[in-house]
T-cell receptor
Framework: NAGVTQTPKFQVLKTGQSMTLQCAQD?????MYWYRQDPGMGLRLIYY???????DKGEVPNGYNVSRLNKREFSLRLESAAPSQTSVYFC????????????FGPGTRLTVL | GDSVTQMEGPVTLSEEAFLTINCTYT??????LFWYVQYPGEGLQLLLK?????DKGSNKGFEATYRKETTSFHLEKGSVQVSDSAVYFC??????????????FGTGTRLKVLA
């Protein structure tokens, strides 16, 4: 089992460019999440998908869109990148949305110039 | 609303020292509590969890007890090793009155263990 995988590992964008971060899990989990991690701020939830076919906003959704492509895959799109979106992005999954533990991918380090 | 507060780091200890990382929470419901660990360049991984008051979670020599009366979930280890150097996150999962669930992380505490 690979667990949760993310691509790419690193990315540098110029302001205004767009990109999609990919995430996949092979644990047959129902729920998936996108977080950003910034120094001194812990993890903040961007969007989540409690189950296939549903998506909901988290704490910091502005400037992002998501797609739950199927049960395995959950992508995060930046339509017009801004320097404030420079961060480390983590995808996570859990068996169900609720009190369960979350399993995290290795992260994508994004820099927007 | 719900929140998690954990002690600021960095915490620097010598090998074999006793570790405590404080975590307190506020919650409207009956949350589950977690400690996650993040090693350099990696994602978070679950260290231990507790789902109800007075439960003790334990793993790899680390322990934490769910204290409802003090709304705390402090992480302890009797003898740290250099390999324990990492960032530790306290987190909670709670069901809101609306019926949705919220998962909240603390800001993380960096631990550095010196040989």
């Amino acid at each position: 089992n690979a667990g949760v995988t993310q691509t790419p590992k690193f990315q540098v964008l110029k302001t205004g460019q767009s990109m999609t971060l990919q995430c996949a899990q092979d644990m047959n989990h129902n729920s998936m999440y996108w977080y950003r991690q910034d120094p001194g701020m812990g993890l903040r939830l961007i969007y989540y998908s409690a189950s296939e076919g549903t998506t909901d906003k988290g704490e910091v959704p502005n400037g992002y869109n998501v797609s739950r492509l199927n049960k395995r895959e959950f992508s995060l799109r930046l339509e017009s990148a801004a320097p404030s979106q420079t961060s480390v992005y983590f995808c996570a999954s859990s068996e169900f949305h609720g009190y369960n533990e979350q399993f995290f991918g290795p992260g994508t380090r994004l820099t927007v110039l | 609303g719900d929140s998690v507060t954990q002690m600021e780091g960095p915490v620097t200890l010598s090998e074999e020292a006793f570790l405590t990382i404080n975590c307190t929470y506020t919650a409207t419901g009956y949350p589950s509590l977690f400690w996650y660990v993040q090693y350099p360049g990696e994602g978070l991984q679950l260290l231990l969890k507790a789902t109800k008051a007075d439960d003790k979670g334990s793993n790899k020599g680390f322990e934490a007890t769910y204290r409802k009366e003090t709304t705390s979930f402090h992480l302890e280890k009797g003898s740290v090793q250099v390999s324990d150097s990492a960032v530790y996150f306290c987190a909670l999962s709670d069901r809101e009155t609306s019926g949705t669930y919220k998962y909240i992380f603390g800001t993380g505490t960096r631990l550095k263990v010196l040989a």
